[in-house]
């Protein structure tokens, strides 16, 4: 057996499983309750499968997706056997006080609103739409409303969560995974050895991308006036990414 073949091998073995009380009481540091938190279509699910692969433990949710439920164990599980959970609520301030840490992906609007979009036109995170409803009032309605709801949502977390926050830019993390994953476990306390993260890069992507069939650039979805609005929101959610990471140099792409 070659090295290369007995290194895929442990990688496909990577096991996750539930938070019992004997791996709390030994770690009790690892296992805050941690949000994973996002608009919809940017890369929470994604996300998700990264922090099992990293932790090992199962990531929960605030809904209960019966087609996520199979990949995902911990879906519709919100106590302490899980590591985190995912949410896309943005008006409770109780439920986001709860949390004691956040990871949260920031992607670009006009990818993210397609994306989520597509999960409920299409009713599903792996099914795609036909090219023709992106010519219908339907999707021109919804560009404004989702529009407004990603801004509302990206402006509570960064602005009213007060706890220790990672934030992964979708796009960062399509680009340069290796980095990403290594910020994520620094983030999550499990640093990696260089196996672990070829490993997990092995194994990134997970189970729910949506087949590239409509190759049409994001921008070519809205038009000129779409177009305005969201880079406002582009111009006020990266006001607010620098009030909270002063040291940081991100950037929301178009």
């Known amino acids: 057996m070659t090295q290369i073949y007995e290194e895929e091998l442990i990688c496909l073995q990577r096991n996750v499983t539930f938070c019992d009380n004997e791996v709390r009481d030994k770690s009790p540091w690892l296992f805050p309750r941690i949000a994973i938190a996002s608009f919809p279509g940017s890369g929470n699910t994604w996300t998700r499968h990264l922090v099992e692969q990293i932790t090992g433990f199962y990531t929960g949710s605030i809904y209960c997706d019966k087609e996520l439920r199979n990949r995902f164990k911990g879906e519709c599980t919100k106590d302490k056997r899980i590591l985190g959970i995912k949410t896309h609520d943005w008006k409770n301030p109780i439920e986001m006080d709860g949390y004691k840490k956040a990871i949260f992906i920031l992607r670009s609007p006009y990818e993210a609103i397609i994306a989520w979009y597509k999960y409920k036109r299409a009713k599903g995170h792996t099914n795609d739409v036909e090219e023709s409803k992106f010519h219908s009032e339907d999707w021109f309605q919804s560009i ?23 934030l992964i830019m979708y796009n960062e993390l399509k680009s340069n995974a290796s ?4 910020k994520l476990a620094e983030f999550l306390e499990r640093p990696l050895s260089n196996h672990d993260i070829n490993c997990i890069i092995k194994n990134s992507e997970g189970e729910f991308h949506r087949p590239h069939t409509n190759q049409v650039a994001a921008l070519n979805r809205y038009n000129e006036t779409d177009q305005i ?12 990414l620098r009030l909270r990471f002063p040291f940081s140099n991100f950037k929301i792409p178009k």
């Open 144 to 166: 404004q409303t989702e529009s407004n709801y990603w801004v509302r949502l990206n402006y509570a977390w960064l602005k009213r969560f007060t706890g220790p926050m990672h």
């Open 229 to 240: 609005h969201i880079d406002k929101h582009i111009e006020n959610i990266t006001n607010v």
């Open 179 to 182: 980095l990403e994953i290594t």
